[in-house]
């Protein structure tokens, strides 16, 4: 298996630009993460899915963030508009009914 | 309110020695522990885990150690190998939330050769 891919690896973007980031996760697994990591919060849960359906969103910052999962190979993690202090490292992971969950390689975003 | 920490954000061992992180907890309703290894520009990466039911958990060079009482754990990488230099993150995830893993600060992890 190719693990959990993220795409694009780096995105760079002006303030007040949509931003879309996507991961397709392990085949099989049932829960998908979207996490954010800085410097100063460390690695922050923002939304989890189970079989596609969102469960808990508390972490998501703002309504500028949003995610969908619209099947159990695809989901984006969206940001409108984007705002400099959106900067930051962005991971899917996703996990098959257990506690372990398996990273992507991060989507690095930095916003201008 | 820092749930999982982690207070040391560096060690440095001898190559062939133990190398010992440790992580704090102040959640009692934690009840599964994690250690991920990350390496820079990839994303971490699962290590060992540990139920609440155990005090002791072993994979190869890597072992887990469970204090309930003390709300404490640590991983102990025996010997220590230069790639383990990475950042070592505890997470612990609890009944009602299984699925939400709270994680702590990290601790570069370097081994010098």
Known sequence: DAGVIQSPRHEVTEMGQEVTLRCKPISGHDYLFWYRQTMMRGLELLIYFNNNVPIDDSGMPEDRFSAKMPNASFSTLKIQPSEPRDSAVYFCASSLGLHEQYFGPGTRLTVT | ?113
């Open chain 2, 1 to 113: 309110d820092q749930q999982v920490k982690q207070n040391s954000p560096s060690l440095s061992v001898q190559e062939g020695r133990i190398s010992i992180l440790n992580c704090d907890y102040t959640n009692s309703m934690f009840d599964y522990f994690l250690w991920y290894k990350k390496y820079p520009a990839e994303g971490p990466t699962f290590l060992i885990s540990i139920s609440s039911i155990k005090d002791k958990n072993e994979d190869g060079r890597f072992t887990v150690f469970l204090n309930k009482s003390a709300k404490h754990l640590s991983l102990h990488i025996v010997p220590s190998q230069p790639g383990d230099s990475a950042v070592y993150f505890c997470a612990a995830s609890g009944l009602g939330s299984a699925r939400q893993l709270t994680f702590g600060s990290g601790t570069q992890l370097t081994v010098l050769p």
